[in-house]
């Protein structure tokens, strides 16, 4: 791509437009905002109260923190659901099936993350399908609590963010050579072995950019939490979304966005380094 | 100005078209040929967008409501005997400020917020216009809620809401399951445990604190006073949490925590527990008796309204007494419209007389003007509660 035709440029404005007017405008407007802070006479002063006010007030920054921890965790989660069902698609069963397997796993995404997680709760409440079918044979006398907890949150995060850790493993896993596995298996390696020393350290890219997708997806999700979650399942974003909507706050609110963008960005990075991955590797 | 829906589309025109070129690097003429053909598609859907929105805006209505306050029939009515166009939105008190403050009152033709949420709003960011009363047909509704909304929603002399609809929250119970839950105070009633929700946001606070034997409305002129009020309101929903099923938060999940049987006893809203009472006799709404929480929801005339013609007209027609019927009897809600009772059906009075005997109707806690910085206090007040063990 030396010589960029004039139908390039002509082709790159609608992009560009799109990013400038759409992204970096409202992002420019959000961090201006960030710093402004009304004062008592109610004019509007530059200062870092909205930022500080994150760690003064400990109610944010342990809301941050738990949000973070759950969602590593919920990012761990996936990978081990996932893992078999990529290794499985990949490179157990037949190519003409596989095809029409990733349809299946496809279609949740179409019918949109509100409608699933409505589909959870009818699942999960009291008087839900699975405590009746429990009920109905004579396992259980009571029901089990599972909506409206971190467990069925977990699922809830876990379902809508699954396919998105799939896809990458599986693009990693196809280019791994067959023969690799059986070259090991000839020279008497376990499968523990095979899975350890071959298998993992060859789809790493995969896993990690899969990986940073959940993350960020479990990260900034709001509906999850809010709808699935129980009564203490308070979510980072749902503080940001009060500072906007409940309290009028929008500096605040602006100032709570960039902290989190800056502090999962920050949680990818040293994840990054303590694997020992490259972003640029990561992102091919 | 681009509406959302457009906006939308030209998105989806970009994304659509042109993404693709990016993916593959060598594209051959008879390609090059097909996607300018596409870019030509989504620049004149551009265009269109652009053109048709302001074509359009000559006879259309753009209304910032709430679900279920404009009913298809008379929507298609409206449309039919004005020859203008209707486009809704839906929208809640929060959504509704932050939207219109976004575009500093533009958008939208006209708006209803509550009647509290008006005149604070309106003092800080200028986001209404003030009612022409002489072009809305006063004759018709009912004179003390006119007074009342044009006093609380007064800014520099001048009235910004005109009444359009009354209702209350208080409690939906199971009755067969907790026959005796009737006061705000069973929200943290451990006969209960397990089987108890409510929406989280500030209404349950002045219920908690009204449920406490106490009058926060009385404190909406002693700031520091409210503020001692409201830890001790924090105080009584921490204690009481671990009763709590959990916290609904819409209209959909209020209705759908009581329907499957998670809970018994819930904070809620009289239509929605009419309409419960409709499908399940169990349930039925009851007014606490330390006192149900009026609201009135009004028509407010956003800054920048583009059709001042049809606001008006959509207002005076949503309340003239049949209309107002009609949509009193699919709502369950009142209305501001003097006669409407006379097209009522039964169902609808019955529902009144059977949850309001007199002494609650007398009781009930009309929401006063919210003072501007309450809702930053309520808000800590209500992280801190969710965030608890």
Redesign the interface.
């Known amino acids: ?1 030396k010589n960029r035709s004039g ?1 390039f440029y002509l ?1 790159m404005v ?2 560009l437009l ?1 990013l400038v007017m ?1 992204i970096v405008i409202p992002h420019l407007d959000m961090f201006f905002r960030s710093f402004q802070f009304e004062n008592d006479d109610g004019s509007m002063v530059f200062s870092l109260n909205n930022y500080l006010s994150f760690f003064e ?1 400990s ?1 944010y920054w ?2 941050f923190v738990k949000t973070a921890l759950y969602s590593i965790g919920v990012t761990f989660l996936a990978f081990v659901v996932t893992f078999p069902v990529a290794f499985y698609l990949t490179k157990v069963v037949a190519k003409k099936y596989s095809s029409f397997m990733v349809l299946l796993l496809l279609i949740p995404i179409w019918i949109g993350e509100l409608v699933t997680i409505y589909g959870w ?1 009818i699942l999960l ?4 399908v699975i405590n009746n079918f429990l009920i109905q044979i004579g396992l259980i006398d009571t029901p089990i609590v599972m ?2 907890t971190n467990f069925s949150m977990t699922i809830g995060l876990l379902y809508m963010s699954m396919l998105f850790m799939i896809i990458p493993m599986m693009s990693a896993l196809e280019s791994l050579d067959d023969s690799l596995i059986e070259a090991a298996s000839d020279l008497g390696a376990t499968k523990w072995t095979i899975f350890r020393q071959i298998i993992i350290p060859y789809t790493t890219p995969g896993i990690a950019s899969g990986g940073i997708i959940v993350f960020m997806l479990v990260i900034g999700d709001y509906i999850a939490p ?2 699935l979650g ?3 399942s ?1 979510w980072f974003t749902e ?1 940001i979304y ?8 929008w500096n605040e609110g602006a100032a709570f966005g960039f902290l989190l963008l800056l502090l999962s960005s920050a949680i990818i990075w040293l994840a990054l380094r303590l694997t020992g991955q490259k972003l640029e590797k990561v992102g091919s | 100005m681009i509406e959302c829906t457009s906006m939308a589309l030209i998105l989806e025109g970009l994304v659509g078209n042109v993404y693709p070129i990016f993916n593959t690097r060598i594209i051959n003429q008879n390609q090059r040929g097909q996607i300018m053909k596409k870019l030509v598609l989504a620049a004149s859907v551009i265009a269109l967008t652009f053109t048709s929105s302001v074509v359009m805006a000559e006879g259309t209505l753009r209304l910032l409501t709430w679900k279920d306050y404009a009913p298809t029939k008379l929507v298609k009515d409206f449309e039919a005997k004005y020859d203008i166009d209707v486009k809704i939105t839906y929208s809640s008190n929060e959504e509704m400020i932050a939207k219109l403050r976004a575009t500093r009152g533009g958008g939208y033709d006209l708006a209803q917020p509550s009647q509290d949420r008006i005149s604070f709003v309106q003092k800080k960011f200028p986001i209404y216009q003030p009612i022409d009363f002489s072009r809305v047909n006063t004759d018709q509704l009912t004179k003390s809620m006119v007074d009342a909304v044009k006093k609380n929603t007064e800014v520099d002399g001048k009235a910004y809401g005109v009444p359009h609809c009354y209702g209350t929250t208080g409690m939906i119970v199971n009755k067969k399951l907790a026959p005796d839950a009737n006061d705000w105070s069973d929200l943290w009633n451990p006969k209960y445990a397990g089987k108890i929700s409510y929406r989280l946001k500030r209404p349950l606070l002045i219920a908690t604190a009204f449920g406490m034997g106490e009058d926060p409305f009385a404190l909406y002129d002693d700031k520091a006073a409210y503020r001692e009020l409201m830890k001790r309101v924090e105080k009584k929903l921490i204690d009481g949490k671990k009763l709590v099923k959990n916290y609904w938060t819409s209209a959909d999940t209020q209705v759908a925590i009581i329907k499957s049987g998670d809970a018994n006893v819930i904070s809620g809203w009289d239509g929605k527990g009419w309409g419960l009472h409709k499908i399940n006799p169990d349930i039925d709404f009851i007014a606490p008796k330390s006192g149900a929480l009026g609201w009135i929801d009004t028509f407010a005339i956003p800054a920048k309204s583009k059709n001042l013609d049809a606001a008006y007209k959509w207002i005076n027609f949503m309340l003239e007494p049949e209309n107002a019927g009609y949509w009193t009897n699919q709502a369950s809600y009142g209305t501001a419209s003097k006669d409407a009772i006379k097209y009522l059906n039964d169902e609808i009075k019955g529902n009144f007389s059977r949850s309001f005997p007199q002494a609650d109707l007398d009781n009930i806690k009309w929401h006063p003007p919210v003072p501007d910085g309450f809702e930053t206090i309520e808000a800590k007040v209500l992280d801190r509660i969710k965030a608890a063990k």
């Not at chain 1, 409440?125 to 839900?128: A, K, M, P, Q, Y």
């Not at chain 1, 009060?242 to 706050?249: G, P």
């Open positions: 791509m139908t082709l609608p992009v799109w759409l007030d109610i342990v809301t709760m409440s009291d008087n839900g909506l409206y809010n709808i129980g009564k203490s308070l503080q009060n500072k906007f909507l409940a309290t009028f706050n």
